[in-house]
């Protein structure tokens, strides 16, 4: 069965009206009952997340998404990037420092043109800002997304942020006036974000393999010698 998005147009002197719906045929051609086509409309997600895969379990997992939210977008971008991974306790804290300018997000995509922080050194990189708005409304997302996990009965201090996915929205379109009459775009870049958490996995033990802790350090050639020396032993 294969959905077909159709348009139906009633016309009354100037007044015009269009109107989508949903016609599906089977295979051979032929249009489907209505019982078939409702059966086919209760699939169909209302709202569909880029990075659904990653929640296998729902029953741990807790999500939260804002659409067009008036931030930039690459800041946004390099905000999510700093979070994937952190617990969401550490997270809290950790965009608080931002805020207070104690601490940086480091950016490494989006660098053009961004001003060098020494606090971006424990990062590993060279550049850095305090995007303000961007850690906003993040902020207000994860406090979504922990809500949906309480209302999972899921502990939150078990919980890690598995995914953001940050992704352009269209851009908002004003003018700003110049010199001689001349009208230049000024355009806004706001973006969509979707935060995935789920419920950190129980820690194991690391193992403790001699034969693997004798062989850190070594290059490919090293460590397959050391194998061939061992299996002739």
Known sequence: MTPCLG????????????????????RDGTQQSGKSRAR?????????????ALATNPEKTS??????????FKNM????????????TKAYTYLSDVKDHKQVIPFRRFSGGVGRASQAKQFGATQGRWPEKSVKFITRLLKNAESNADAKNIDVEDLVIKNIVVQQAPKTRRRTYRAHGRI???????????IILAASDEEVEKAT???????TGLNRRQVARKRIEAARA
């Open 7 to 26: 348009t139906w147009r009633s016309g009354c002197g100037s007044f015009r009206a269009t109107v989508q719906f949903l016609v599906s045929y089977s």
């Open 184 to 194: 230049n775009p000024y355009q806004g870049h706001p973006c969509h974000v979707e």
């Open 77 to 88: 971008r390099e905000v999510a990037a700093a979070l994937t991974g952190l617990k969401l």
């Open 63 to 72: 999500r939260a998404r804002g659409e067009y939210l008036r931030t930039h």
């Open 209 to 215: 393999d001699k034969v693997s802790s004798a062989l």
């Open 40 to 52: 086919q409309l209760q699939d169909i997600q209302m709202v569909r997340y880029a990075a659904a």
